[in-house]
């Protein structure tokens, strides 16, 4: 089974890895993968990046992922689970759906909420439209 685990550095994001790392020890040993993904939309950044330049940016961005995937490597470190990591940009929903396509996932693990709540009043969660829009099975953990 390959486990796709969106993380954006939120304590439901790490409760929704420690879960996959239970389902995974759960499961028959070795034949199992959890792939962490980090994605940051870079929509509102142009400014920025006219200023600074897009590999600054893209930079900024790379620190930003490797620091929110930072607890959720060492839980599975310490747990003996092998991982890959993912880090893309774009709109958040829609690069975990393609991740998770592309990927032939059998499984997307979110946390139900993120690091936004006012922005979720605002256009909506990622993992409502994650839900919504998957081909493949979605657990949402608290």
Do not use: W
């Amino acid at each position: 089974m390959k486990i796709l685990v969106a993380v954006d550095g939120s304590k439901f994001a790490l409760h929704a890895v420690k879960y996959a790392a239970k389902l995974v020890a759960q499961l028959q040993p070795g034949k199992h993968s959890i792939t962490l993904l980090s994605v940051h939309d870079d929509t509102g950044l142009g400014h920025a990046k006219a200023f600074v330049g897009n590999e600054t940016v893209a930079d900024y961005l790379r620190e930003i992922s490797e620091k929110e995937l930072k607890p959720a490597r060492k839980l599975l470190d310490a747990a003996g689970i092998h991982h890959d990591m993912v880090q893309r940009t774009g709109h958040v929903a829609k690069e975990i759906l393609d991740c998770a396509q592309k990927g032939k996932f059998d499984l997307v693990v979110l946390g139900s909420k993120g690091r936004g709540a006012i922005a979720d009043l605002l256009i909506g969660s990622v993992a409502q439209r994650v839900l919504a829009a998957a081909q493949q099975p979605v657990l949402l953990v608290k």
